[in-house]
C-alpha cells in the first residue's frame, strides 16, 4: 500500500497563486501516472493536471497557461503550482497516481488517491 498525502492549500485572494505538493509514502511516481483533480460542491471531479512517469504533462483547458504540474522523483513528490487563481477554482484538490510496477510493495496494478486539499478562492 501506498499513502499520497496532499498539503498546501488554503484562502487565496482572486489573483492570487498557491502551490499544492503531493508526497507519497513510497517511491511510485516514477511507474505512475499522476494526475491532480479537482471537486467542487455539489459537481463531479475532474482531472486539472497531469504528468505521466516520464515526465509528460497535460492540462485541462481552464489550468492551462495558470497551473503547473511537476515531479520531484527522488522527493517522491509531486507539486501543482496555481497562478491567477480566480473563484471559480474553489474546490477540494486531490492527488491521484494510478499504473502498474513489478514490485509487489507498490502494487503491481495500483490506483491511489490522496484525501484532498481545501482550495478557497475569495477576497
Known amino acids: 500500500q501506498v499513502q499520497l498525502v496532499e498539503s498546501g492549500g488554503g484562502l487565496v485572494q482572486p489573483g492570487g497563486s498557491l502551490r499544492l505538493s503531493c508526497v507519497a509514502s513510497k517511491r511510485i511516481f516514477h511507474v505512475g501516472n499522476t494526475g491532480w483533480y479537482r471537486q467542487a460542491p455539489g459537481k463531479q471531479r475532474v482531472l486539472v493536471a497531469g504528468?505521466?512517469?516520464?515526465?509528460?504533462?497535460h492540462y485541462a483547458d481552464s489550468a492551462k497557461g495558470r497551473f503547473t504540474i511537476s515531479m520531484d522523483s527522488a522527493k517522491n513528490t509531486v507539486y501543482l503550482q496555481m497562478d491567477s487563481l480566480n473563484p471559480e477554482d474553489t474546490a477540494v484538490y486531490y492527488c491521484n497516481t494510478k499504473g502498474g510496477s513489478t514490485d509487489a510493495d507498490i502494487g503491481f496494478e495500483f490506483d491511489y488517491w490522496g484525501q484532498g486539499t481545501q482550495v478557497t478562492v475569495s477576497s
Open positions: 504528468i505521466a512517469f516520464d515526465g509528460t504533462t
